[in-house]
Protein backbone atom coordinates (compact mmCIF):
# COMPACT_ATOMS: atom_id res chain seq x y z
CA UNK A 1 0.00 0.00 0.00
CA UNK A 2 1.20 3.63 -0.23
CA UNK A 3 -0.02 7.01 1.01
CA UNK A 4 -2.68 7.72 3.63
CA UNK A 5 -3.77 4.06 3.85
CA UNK A 6 -0.47 3.72 5.57
CA UNK A 7 0.34 6.50 7.58
CA UNK A 8 2.84 8.02 5.48
CA UNK A 9 0.72 10.92 5.35
CA UNK A 10 -0.47 11.36 8.88
CA UNK A 11 2.29 14.42 9.52
CA UNK A 12 1.35 16.50 6.86
CA UNK A 13 -2.87 15.90 6.81
CA UNK A 14 -2.05 17.04 10.89
CA UNK A 15 -0.08 20.03 9.27
CA UNK A 16 -2.58 20.63 7.11
CA UNK A 17 -5.24 21.11 9.88
CA UNK A 18 -3.14 22.87 12.29
CA UNK A 19 -3.01 25.41 9.00
CA UNK A 20 -6.39 25.83 8.16
CA UNK A 21 -7.30 26.15 11.86
CA UNK A 22 -4.74 29.05 12.26
CA UNK A 23 -5.65 30.57 9.19
CA UNK A 24 -9.45 30.74 10.84
CA UNK A 25 -8.20 32.86 13.64
CA UNK A 26 -8.59 37.05 12.99
CA UNK A 27 -5.04 36.95 14.66
CA UNK A 28 -2.25 34.96 15.74
CA UNK A 29 -0.47 35.72 18.97
CA UNK A 30 2.61 33.85 19.34
CA UNK A 31 4.19 35.35 15.99
CA UNK A 32 7.92 36.79 16.25
CA UNK A 33 7.82 40.58 16.26
CA UNK A 34 10.93 41.59 13.45
CA UNK A 35 10.58 43.00 10.16
CA UNK A 36 9.22 40.49 7.44
CA UNK A 37 9.03 37.77 10.39
CA UNK A 38 5.57 36.40 9.11
CA UNK A 39 7.71 35.49 5.75
CA UNK A 40 9.88 33.31 7.65
CA UNK A 41 7.07 31.57 9.27
CA UNK A 42 5.64 31.02 5.91
CA UNK A 43 8.72 29.73 4.59
CA UNK A 44 9.52 27.29 7.99
CA UNK A 45 6.17 25.93 8.09
CA UNK A 46 5.26 25.23 4.55
CA UNK A 47 8.51 23.60 4.13
CA UNK A 48 7.89 20.85 7.01
CA UNK A 49 4.21 20.55 5.67
CA UNK A 50 6.11 20.02 2.09
CA UNK A 51 8.63 17.64 3.67
CA UNK A 52 6.26 15.43 5.07
CA UNK A 53 4.02 15.69 1.94
CA UNK A 54 6.55 14.23 -0.31
CA UNK A 55 7.29 11.80 2.39
CA UNK A 56 3.23 10.71 2.38
CA UNK A 57 3.32 10.81 -1.32
CA UNK A 58 6.63 9.45 -1.95
CA UNK A 59 5.66 5.75 -2.89
CA UNK A 60 2.74 6.15 -4.69
CA UNK A 61 4.62 9.24 -7.20
CA UNK A 62 7.75 6.35 -7.17
CA UNK A 63 5.51 3.80 -8.33
CA UNK A 64 3.81 5.45 -10.97
CA UNK A 65 6.70 7.70 -12.33
CA UNK A 66 9.22 5.25 -12.04
CA UNK A 67 10.78 7.32 -9.19
CA UNK A 68 12.09 10.42 -11.52
CA UNK A 69 13.41 13.42 -9.45
CA UNK A 70 11.67 15.88 -10.88
CA UNK A 71 8.60 14.20 -10.07
CA UNK A 72 9.59 13.26 -6.13
CA UNK A 73 10.20 16.89 -5.70
CA UNK A 74 7.75 18.10 -8.26
CA UNK A 75 4.44 16.72 -7.06
CA UNK A 76 4.75 17.64 -3.10
CA UNK A 77 5.82 21.21 -4.54
CA UNK A 78 2.90 21.74 -6.71
CA UNK A 79 0.13 20.66 -4.07
CA UNK A 80 2.00 22.40 -1.25
CA UNK A 81 1.65 25.37 -3.67
CA UNK A 82 -2.08 24.95 -4.56
CA UNK A 83 -2.75 24.61 -0.77
CA UNK A 84 -0.67 27.95 0.00
CA UNK A 85 -2.56 29.31 -2.41
CA UNK A 86 -6.28 28.52 -1.51
CA UNK A 87 -5.22 29.18 2.47
CA UNK A 88 -4.40 32.42 1.24
CA UNK A 89 -8.15 32.78 -0.46
CA UNK A 90 -9.78 31.27 2.65
CA UNK A 91 -7.43 33.91 4.66
CA UNK A 92 -9.20 36.93 2.65
CA UNK A 93 -12.67 35.64 3.76
CA UNK A 94 -11.50 35.63 7.96
CA UNK A 95 -12.31 39.04 9.69
CA UNK A 96 -8.84 40.66 10.41
CA UNK A 97 -6.82 38.96 7.66
CA UNK A 98 -5.74 38.82 4.11
CA UNK A 99 -4.49 37.37 1.36
CA UNK A 100 -0.93 38.07 0.48
CA UNK A 101 0.71 37.11 -2.75
CA UNK A 102 3.96 37.57 -0.99
CA UNK A 103 3.14 35.38 1.42
CA UNK A 104 2.24 32.76 -1.06
CA UNK A 105 5.70 33.02 -2.25
CA UNK A 106 6.84 32.10 0.52
CA UNK A 107 4.98 29.46 1.05
CA UNK A 108 6.27 28.23 -2.42
CA UNK A 109 9.87 29.13 -1.70
CA UNK A 110 9.47 26.78 1.51
CA UNK A 111 7.75 24.14 -0.37
CA UNK A 112 10.35 23.76 -3.01
CA UNK A 113 12.90 23.71 0.37
CA UNK A 114 11.41 21.14 2.31
CA UNK A 115 10.55 18.65 -0.76
CA UNK A 116 14.63 19.04 -1.97
CA UNK A 117 15.27 18.29 1.72
CA UNK A 118 13.57 15.18 1.65
CA UNK A 119 14.82 14.24 -2.17
CA UNK A 120 17.71 14.75 -0.73
CA UNK A 121 17.72 12.14 1.72
CA UNK A 122 16.13 10.13 -0.12
CA UNK A 123 18.79 10.15 -3.16
CA UNK A 124 21.43 10.31 -0.53
CA UNK A 125 24.33 7.75 -1.41
CA UNK A 126 25.57 7.25 2.28
CA UNK A 127 23.55 5.28 4.81
CA UNK A 128 20.46 7.43 5.40
CA UNK A 129 19.83 6.70 1.96
CA UNK A 130 18.18 3.26 1.85
CA UNK A 131 17.18 3.56 5.40
CA UNK A 132 15.36 6.95 4.20
CA UNK A 133 14.28 4.93 0.86
CA UNK A 134 12.50 2.10 3.29
CA UNK A 135 10.97 4.16 5.63
CA UNK A 136 9.31 6.41 2.70
CA UNK A 137 8.22 3.19 0.73
CA UNK A 138 10.04 4.47 -2.43
CA UNK A 139 10.62 1.80 -5.10
CA UNK A 140 14.62 0.92 -4.74
CA UNK A 141 15.58 3.26 -7.67
CA UNK A 142 14.16 5.99 -6.63
CA UNK A 143 15.79 9.34 -7.27
CA UNK A 144 17.89 7.46 -9.83
Do not use: N
Amino acid sequence: AGGIVDGRAVAAALIMAVSCYLSSMPTVKVMPSFWSADKLVHVVCFGVFAFWVAFGCCSPVSRHCGGRRLWLWLAPVLFVAVYGATDELHQSFTPGRSCSFYDWCADFVGAAVGSYVHLWLLTSRHAVGPWWRGLAGASPGAGA
